[in-house]
C-alpha cells in the first residue's frame, strides 16, 4: 500500500479518521456546553480513563464544536510543573480580548481584564510561574486579595458576566487536569459553583487519569455533584471494527477477517493502539484484501514503535527503585494487584513501599482502583516492563 495515503494516525491526541463508539460521550459534552451557553444549570464534564483511550482527541474535537456554536474557547493542557493560575491566565485574557471587540460586552471585558491583572499581581508572589501580563492597571477589591480560592472565584464571575453580556459562554479544556495541586483543585471547584449558582455561561470540560474523581473529592467534597465523570475506556468490538475497517475501505482497501480479529486480539480494543497497528499493517501489506500474514508481518513493529516511543516515555521518568515495583506489578499481571502482593514479589514490607507507590501515581504511572489496588494507567505496560527488564536481574 502506498504510505502516502495511509489513513491512520497513531500520535498524541491526533484525531483518528474515524472517530468510532464515542458519539454518546460526545453528545454527552455538547449538552452540557449548550446548556452552559444558555445560562441553564449543567454539570462540567471531566472524562477519565487510562493512557492511550481518545481523552485529549474527545477535547479537541468538542472544543471545535464549541467554537463552531460561537462560544469562547480556552485550551490548556496541565504539565506537573505549572500552577493553576499560570494555566488558566494567558487563556482567559485572549478571551477577554476577543469579547472586548463587542460593543455590548466591551466594559464588562475590559471589568474581566482589570480583574485578572489583580489576579495575577496579586497571586504572583506565591505563583511564581504567573507570566502573562495586561497594560490595564487593576481594579481594587476585584480578585485582588491574594487568596486562589476567593480570587479565582471573583474572576470566573467577571469573566462570566462579560459573557452572558454577549450572550455567549466560555469553555475552559484542561487536559492532564490530574496533575494540578489539590489546593488549586478546590479552589477551581469553588469558582465554577459560585458560576453554577448565578447561572453564568462559563463551564469546564476536562480530562485526566482514574485517579482525577478521588482528587477532585478530597479537594471539595460537593465536587461529584458538580461534574460528570464519564469514564472512557477501550472501544467495543463493534466500534474498533469500525475503526479498523472504515479508513481503509474508504480507500478502497479490505481486510480479510482473519486479519481483522488478530488486530482487535492484540490492541484488546485500545484506540492508540489500534492506529498504531492500522499503521503499520497497511505499509506492510502489498494487496488488498489484507491479510493476517500481514498483520503477523507488522506487529512486531507496532510493539517495537510502542516501546522506543508510547511506553519509553513513561519508562524514562522512574527511578531504578521505582522501575523494580513496576516490574513486580508486571510479574503478577496486568492487574489491579493488592498492595500486599507487589510487596510479597518484593520481598518487602507494605508500609515501606507506600512512599513510592505515592509517588508513581503523583507522577501519573500507577492509579488505585480501590483501597490497597494498584494498577498501572498505561495499557499492556506490563507486558513491555516484562520486555524491558526481562529475566530476574531486576530484583537486585
Not at 479565582?152 to 462579560?162: D, I, N, R, S, T
Request: aromatic fraction near 6%; hydrophobic fraction near 45%.
Amino acid at each position: 500500500m502506498d504510505p502516502i495515503l495511509n489513513p491512520y494516525s497513531p500520535g498524541a491526541g491526533m484525531p483518528p479518521p474515524e472517530l468510532a463508539g464515542r458519539q454518546d460521550l460526545m453528545d454527552r459534552i455538547r449538552i452540557a456546553l449548550e446548556r452552559a451557553r444558555m445560562r441553564r444549570p449543567a454539570k462540567s464534564v471531566l472524562a477519565v480513563g487510562l493512557r492511550g483511550v481518545g481523552k485529549t482527541v474527545l477535547l479537541l474535537k468538542s472544543s471545535e464544536y464549541a467554537e463552531s456554536k460561537g462560544m469562547l474557547v480556552t485550551r490548556v493542557e496541565a504539565p506537573e510543573s505549572r500552577s493553576l493560575p499560570a494555566l488558566l491566565g494567558p487563556g482567559l485574557r485572549l478571551a477577554m480580548i476577543q469579547l472586548e471587540k463587542k460593543s455590548r460586552a466591551s466594559e464588562l471585558a475590559r471589568r474581566a481584564l482589570r480583574g485578572l491583572a489583580g489576579f495575577a499581581g496579586a497571586l504572583k508572589v506565591k505563583y511564581q510561574d504567573i507570566e502573562f501580563g495586561l497594560d490595564l492597571d487593576p481594579e481594587p477589591g476585584l480578585a485582588d486579595n491574594g487568596d486562589l480560592e476567593l480570587d479565582l472565584q471573583a474572576l470566573l464571575e467577571a469573566v462570566g458576566e462579560a459573557c452572558a453580556s454577549a450572550d455567549t459562554g466560555l469553555v475552559m479544556f484542561v487536559d492532564e487536569l490530574q496533575y494540578v495541586a489539590e489546593e488549586e483543585l478546590a479552589a477551581l471547584v469553588v469558582a465554577l459553583h459560585r458560576a453554577a449558582q448565578r447561572s453564568l455561561p462559563i463551564t469546564l470540560v476536562g480530562a485526566g487519569l482514574p485517579q482525577l474523581r478521588g482528587r477532585m473529592g478530597r479537594a471539595k467534597s460537593y465536587a461529584e455533584r458538580l461534574f460528570d465523570f464519564p469514564e472512557v475506556g477501550p472501544l467495543s468490538a463493534e466500534a474498533a471494527l469500525t475503526a479498523i475497517i472504515k479508513p481503509a475501505r474508504d480507500l478502497g482497501v479490505d481486510f480479510q477477517p482473519e486479519a481483522v480479529d488478530m488486530i482487535l486480539r492484540e490492541t484488546e480494543g485500545y484506540p492508540y493502539f489500534l492506529q498504531e497497528w492500522g499503521k503499520h499493517v497497511w505499509d506492510v501489506a502489498e494487496e488488498t484484501p489484507i491479510t493476517a500474514s500481514d498483520v503477523r508481518s507488522a506487529s512486531a513493529a507496532a510493539v517495537a514503535t510502542l516501546d522506543e516511543g508510547f511506553f519509553m516515555v513513561r519508562f524514562d521518568r522512574s527511578t531504578q527503585a521505582e522501575r523494580r515495583y513496576l516490574r513486580a506489578m508486571a510479574e503478577l499481571g496486568p492487574g489491579p494487584h493488592r498492595s500486599g502482593q507487589i510487596a510479597a514479589v518484593l520481598d518487602r514490607d507494605v508500609t515501606s513501599l507506600a512512599p513510592m507507590r505515592a509517588q508513581l501515581i503523583s507522577k501519573g504511572m500507577i492509579w488505585s482502583p480501590s483501597h490497597g489496588d494498584t494498577a498501572f494507567t498505561v495499557p499492556r505496560f506490563d507486558r513491555f516492563m516484562r520486555r524491558i527488564l526481562p529475566g530476574d536481574d531486576w530484583r537486585s
